[in-house]
């Protein structure tokens, strides 16, 4: 989409010690924005991204027109049901995962990859993203990586840039709210419930009204009623007037999750 930060350079490392070749779409899709507001708001600097891919060492940047991806014409929208109508597809209207998956599968057809990678943060896009190229069998690897956290462990995303000093700082409660449920896992509850009251109290103090906050099936995204297999805690709120998401991967089979205490940060600069 653009405003490339660290955590997109970090999935293109991976693809470069992965793949002899990389290719990076760079393409805000306006069909995936049910606000045009959201649209007109969201970051964009081509030559900054451009240079960034260079320093990578990508050997393609593909940036289409938009015309190109949608001619005069098109009347094609590729839809999943099911696991698109909760959470971000509740709270953003179908057509948002439709502009998601249609565009996904115009990019995958035009460039042809053998693999594709994601960001876990956007955990419900990419299990979005698994089951169209399984439904549809396209002949592509799906890889998610780890979320880049900041050092106090906001999730990167380019809509940061559009928090105020003090909503960036009420911000890292996202972060903090997952860790909370984290903590109360890893000591042994397993209600729902209880660890959505134990992340709800980090967001309240810092005066944050979620969208969610939810612990669904980290396969099917349907909620849960007790913790017996992997769960996905996900949350979404606005901080001010910009939206953010995060989630945390809850595994009852481990005795920590790895991502929630040792996050991957972004590099700091002095």
Known sequence: MGALHDGHLSLMRQARCDCDVVVVSLFVNPTQFNDPADLDRYPADHERDEALAA???VDVLFSPPAQEVYPRGFATTVSVAGIT???EGAHRGRAHFDGVTTVVTKLLNMVGPDVAYFGQKDAQQ????RRLVRDLDI??????CPTVREPDGLALSSRNAHLSADERARAAALHRALFAAQQAFSAGERDPAALRTRALAELTAAAIEPDYLEFVSAETLEPVGQIERDVLAVLAAHVGATRLIDNQLLQPSLNHNREV???QRA???A
């Open 55 to 57: 320093e990578l060492g």
């Open 85 to 87: 109508e909760t959470l």
């Open 126 to 129: 990419a299990l979005v993203i």
């Open 139 to 144: 002949p592509v690897r799906i890889e998610v």
């Open 261 to 263: 205490a040792t996050p």
């Open 267 to 269: 590099p700091t600069t």
